[in-house]
């Protein structure tokens, strides 16, 4: 199937590694020209030099931290100054770390707000604009399963990214006469190092081992394993692209099945 992705212009944020890193190369295998970033730069330029051997792709990569607003007006207008336009949005951040309600403090709360809702309203108001003046454009955020079903452990996660799922419904309304499509990717456990981490503070909490923890996740899942992030890429690729054209609003699940809801 032909995409139509050829010469888009995408912006990919966080993605020196992890999900952000597989959803930068399957756009890049997609011909689509790429604006990365993420904070720190080592990694970041690994990346973007790996990316551009393997598939020859247009890049740029730049250090950016998208829970400051006037970074992303920076990247953003760079991004439309080095290509001539922007396409795609791919607002993507790391997780907040995980505690219980009693250990979490204000800090904590506003942290999180920061980085997984604020980020993303801050890569709306820039990059929104650019796609409605041209008649087309994709919004996807990417945030969690705990979206759908609150998980044991993310409480600023079940919470703050809720919003986001919000934000995504409401900009759907309003951008959809512009032919502008916005959408919500939610990951279930998917193998990052982020699922190594809070496999081992999930386990520092209860005493017991990261490999039992994963054990339950596991269990979980109809498909009986953890996710890659191939697979939720090869998601947002298609919700990037033209063959998505009557898509919108949506919070999608890629999650093997873990959601028990309907919806």
């Not at 801050?122 to 998980?151: D, H, N």
């Amino acid at each position: 199937m032909d995409l139509g992705l050829r010469d888009r212009v995408a912006i990919v944020a966080a993605s020196s590694q992890g999900i952000g890193k597989a959803v930068a190369w399957g756009l890049a295998r997609e011909g689509v020209k790429l604006a990365l970033c993420a904070r720190t730069e080592s990694v970041l330029l690994t990346t973007a030099e790996e990316i551009r051997r393997e598939t020859g792709t247009e890049l740029m990569a730049r250090v950016v931290d998208v829970t400051v607003p006037e970074q992303v007006h920076w990247f953003v207008g760079e991004t439309a100054r080095r290509f001539g336009r922007l396409d795609i949005c791919v607002a993507n951040a790391g997780g907040p770390p995980s505690k219980s309600f009693a250990d979490t403090s204000i800090e904590d709360w506003h942290r999180a707000a920061e980085l997984n809702l604020m980020s993303t309203v801050y890569l709306a108001r820039e990059t929104l604009p650019l796609m409605q003046a041209r008649r087309w454009g994709r919004f996807i955020a990417i945030t969690s399963v705990a979206v759908k079903q609150p998980l044991e452990g993310l409480i600023l996660s079940n919470s703050i990214r809720c919003g986001v799922s919000g934000l995504v419904k409401t900009l759907a309304a309003e951008y959809g006469a512009c032919n502008v499509l916005v959408n919500n990717v939610c990951p279930g456990f998917t193998a990052t190092d982020r699922l190594i981490g809070l496999a081992k503070s999930l386990a520092a909490q209860k005493g017991v081992t990261p490999e039992q923890i994963e054990e339950t996740w596991v269990s979980q899942a109809p498909l009986r394993r953890v996710g890659h992030p191939e697979e939720l890429a090869n998601v947002v690729v298609f919700l990037a692209s033209e063959r998505s054209s009557y898509v919108t609003g949506v919070s999608l699940a890629v999650d093997g099945g873990i959601t028990k809801g309907l919806y």
